[in-house]
């Protein structure tokens, strides 16, 4: 009983705080207290877990828990936040007693992705100076990207080994068999995903987004996005031999990836895939040529079928449709797509009415019905800025954008530490580079990793820490090395 007691009374305590903050909110809808009722119960469960798992399991459950993602709109946070706090807690409990807790603040301090983060921070803080309007929602994005920053902190000062890495891609596979499962059932039942919506009250998507494939955690335009980054990750992998055990299971997977990309119908997302599927081949000298022949046959191969079955069996526009209608030059404004024009031309007429001083963490603010800021170009609405790039400038500022960009060159900057890895993670990291410059190119055309703190957000975020976490890795290799050089010479 001595050895649970700590588990139980800090149990007790998270449980006191969140029936109180159910108390408070008084709400009378029946669907808000059984969702209450079912997330204080995994919440429970969460605090019990986290006192019998070790520091690096924590950050395991944290990952995919982040993946989970349910935004919580009527305390302007998401579950994520909450999750995140509980463990930090957690981990001060446990890092308050050890010696060690110091070289743990070493490791935080000394990385290079801390002075970026910092920075980025400390522009969203500014920005609240000159937010104008919807503050809810600007609390809401502020406090995610401390809590993101935070859950960077605590990847970095945990991953030291290989088999921790190892570990997190194993998280990150679970998470994406349970989105493509979830997929599976959408083609059969594309019901299925407006009940989850309503459920967790998220928006139900209509017209023709209704139509378009649907994850569990991500959705949208961002399930598109996020198939694009596991594409490219096991399709780099497979091309540099790194998975070798159940490597007919990870060519299938890509495959199955690949095939459920198309069906999102994201032109951006399978544009660049493609651009990055050659920019691996092309840097991967050591892989036969015929070996690099086979793996892109077989991935136009799947494009056809794909493009032909839903050509054949669905009476929806296909992506070949869409790009279509996006290469009809008709329909352009000068030389950009209309579609594009009327978000980017309003959003940077936006930032440049606030002086580039930004407007707040949020964007969501500005364009609803009653604000003010709806119609800046005479006779066209302004919506979403489609460009992650002129979200950050009409949001945080000129300040926040240069943070934004220091962050983005110290993680592609990163590309001297890979040849102090061994093999299998100098691999692994470059995957994970390629698919953060991937990421950055889509992004200019669509802005969904900044709109919401939803599953996305946190994604980036958790791929930020894994490529930052192999400075820990080279420091830590380098300190193997030195001690087992000592007791070499010793034993001698």
């Not at 679970?174 to 309503?198: G, K």
């Not at 490597?247 to 890509?254: E, G, I, N, S």
């Not at 279509?324 to 329909?331: I, L």
């Not at 090395?481 to 070499?488: D, F, L, T």
Request: aromatic fraction near 16%; proline fraction near 2%.
């Amino acid at each position: 009983m001595r050895n649970n007691l700590r588990a139980i009374i800090y149990a007790l305590i998270v449980s006191a705080v969140l029936t109180s903050v159910l108390y408070i909110t008084q709400y009378s809808n029946e669907l808000f207290i059984i969702k209450g009722a079912i997330f204080f119960g995994i919440t429970l469960a969460y605090v019990a877990v986290l006192f019998y798992l070790k520091d690096e399991q924590i950050i395991y459950v944290l990952i995919f828990m982040s993946m989970m993602n349910v935004p919580i709109r009527q305390f302007y946070t998401s579950s994520t936040n909450i999750l995140i706090l509980i463990a930090l807690l957690v981990l001060f409990v446990r890092y308050f007693f050890r010696e060690s807790t110091g070289m743990l603040y070493e490791r935080i301090k000394n990385n290079s992705v801390t002075l970026p983060l910092i920075l980025v921070i400390c522009s969203y803080t500014v920005s609240l100076l000159f937010a104008k309007m919807g503050f809810s929602d600007h609390f809401e994005m502020y406090q995610s990207i401390i809590f993101a920053s935070v859950l960077v902190w605590m990847i970095i000062g945990n991953i030291r080994e290989k088999s921790q890495i190892m570990a997190i891609n194993n998280v990150m596979l679970a998470v994406l068999l349970i989105n493509l499962v979830f997929s599976f059932f959408f083609i059969l039942y594309p019901e299925i995903d407006a009940i989850r919506a309503h459920y967790l009250s998220m928006p139900i998507f209509e017209d023709e987004s209704a139509s378009r494939l649907q994850g569990l955690s991500f959705r949208g335009e961002a399930y598109g996005e996020y198939l694009m980054i596991c594409a490219l990750w096991l399709f780099t992998m497979l091309i540099r031999g790194q998975l070798k055990k159940g490597r007919a299971f990870f060519w299938l997977l890509t495959l199955a990836t690949v095939s459920m990309m198309i069906m999102t119908r994201l032109r951006g997302a399978n544009a660049v895939f493609f651009i990055g599927a050659i920019l691996v081949l092309l840097t991967s000298g050591s892989v036969q040529v015929w070996k690099k022949t086979a793996a892109l046959t077989a991935i136009v191969l799947v494009f056809t079928v794909t493009l032909f079955a839903l050509k054949t069996y669905s009476n929806e526009p296909t992506l070949l449709d869409r790009y279509h209608e996006f290469s009809d030059t008709g329909r352009n404004v000068g030389n950009i797509p209309e579609t594009r024009y009327y978000t980017w031309v309003p959003s940077l007429e936006f930032a440049r009415s606030n002086q580039y001083l930004g407007a707040g963490p949020s964007y969501a603010p500005y364009i609803t019905k009653e604000s003010s800021w709806r119609k800046i170009v005479a006779g066209d609405e302004m919506t979403w800025p489609h460009n992650i790039t002129l979200t950050i400038l009409s949001t945080v500022g000129i300040y926040g954008l240069i943070s934004y960009m220091f962050l983005a060159y110290r993680t592609i900057r990163l590309r001297k530490v890979y040849t102090n890895l061994e093999q299998y993670l100098k691999n692994c990291y470059s995957a994970y580079l390629i698919c953060f410059i991937m990421f950055l190119i889509e992004a200019q055309k669509f802005d969904g990793f900044l709109r919401h703190p939803d599953s996305s957000f946190y994604l980036i975020f958790i791929l930020i820490a894994v490529l930052f976490s192999c400075e820990n890795l080279v420091n830590f290799s380098e300190k193997q090395y030195n001690e087992s050089v000592v007791s070499q010479r010793l034993t001698e």
